[in-house]
């Protein structure tokens, strides 16, 4: 069965400091990886997907097949970036829904 | 264009009552999705319907039923409402197809079973 892992309930750093969520996942196939943001009272939303390699908001990921991991990253925290980070991935065959980790909160302190 | 829109915001319900909580979406999704968000539990899947006049069960679906009214529309409904049922739910949509499996998210139902 598919699974997503992130150990960290809660990452607290100063502003302009490097961030680093962790993320690891099991699955039997190649999977598509996402991270998902929520800030506070708004809805879930995407942030960035392992496919199309991008940076949003200064955040990248990269997919470690050999490490099964996804971490999102960031050199340098900005107070707005506090909020609900969740990674989730999804099986490219079969049921098309997806599975979340358990979501990491980060804190940005001024 | 709205996206995906959930109702009620907010319900509170006795132990044994039921309700039934909407979504709908514009996006001419095929896909849509009830998810349940409880503290250090991430999202967990209820229910999804890959496209109109289907559903399928997902990792939690004891305690609820889904109706696929149509296209825009999924319903779910909890029949008999237990404690363990509070938490806040989220519908979600998709297209589904291509490349393309980014999922939408509504707002949220905030839902307490006393």
Known sequence: AQRVTQPEKLLSVFKGAPVELKCNYSYS????LFWYVQ?????????????SRESIKGFTADLNKGETSFHLKKPFAQEEDSAMYYCALIQRTGRRALTFGSGTRLQVQP | NAGVTQTPKFQVLKTGQSMTLQCAQDMNHNSMYWYRQDPGMGLRLIYYSASEGTTDKGEVPNGYNVSRLNKREFSLRLESAAPSQTSVYFCASSAASGSSYEQYFGPGTRLTVT
């Open chain 1, 29 to 32: 196939g190649s999977p598509e």
């Open chain 1, 39 to 51: 800030y506070s009272r708004q809805r879930l939303q995407l942030l960035l997907r392992h496919i």
